[in-house]
């Protein structure tokens, strides 16, 4: 799983450039650095492709195929080199949303700019604008703008998903206004709440990243998984627990693994569950552009 491997550098890029130029002679006007600077990521997504909405935090940086750093943004950086250079900046995320899981995401698109660095100066980049790859698919999205939703509470879930237009409520960013978002609510701390998709989905094969993109508001943890047959069982398997936010967050959840350490898995579903967490009065739990996301593999 190559993903996972590209984990953890954002420490050691910091850490191995201080060390560099802690020990340089300052005299020798081959080891004064040029500067880049970066302030944010930009990214655009196409109508069929859901929100534009995202939370890439970070930028791994190469010179010609050769990784800088990783760096949390806004950054500044030094790069041992001067005049026309081709440097390629690649979006990285907190793999659900783990500061210690920083990674390249993989279905974004990689920008590379032929820069005019000057060293001892500073080359300042207001954003990197980036889309979704040619090649990736959404097999699912779930916006809550339609009437029928592609989501639907099981047999023991004792409360019902639902739409809210309400604007204090509904998730809404920049340019694509306020539209409707999923509302659960609970007040009995007997009560269970579960969802899961309508239609079942065929994980590409094993090692192929797969991500659930949400943008959630919550006052009470969430359970996000997903149940799958193996060998003819029904299989339940929560992936992670959405922690409490008072604001509109978002979170790419890793559903690799399932498919890697179970290759006969198929008809998969994805779930959504909670209960009352004790001490809290009410649950108001808020959902938003749900997108399953893959590369298409069959190419």
Known sequence: MRLFLRSGFLTFASVAIAA???????????LVPAYISVDKIDFTAQYEQGTSSHKLTDVWVYLDETLLGAYELPAKFPVLAEGKQNITFRPGFRINGIAATRAIYPFATTVTRELNLTRDSVTHIASVASTYKNNVLFPWIERFESGTLSIERTQRSHVNIQRTDDPTLAFSYP?????????IEIESDTAIFEAVTRETFDFPRAGSEVFLEINFKTNNPVTVGVFYKSSGIEVQRPMLVLNKSENWNKIYVNLTTPKYDTPNATDFRIFFGAKLESGNEKATILIDN?????????K
């Open 20 to 30: 560099l130029f802690s020990g340089c002679d300052n005299n020798d006007p081959d």
């Open 175 to 183: 340019g694509e206004g306020t539209g409707f978002s999923g509302l």
């Open 290 to 298: 749900l997108k399953l996301v893959h590369f298409n593999t069959s």
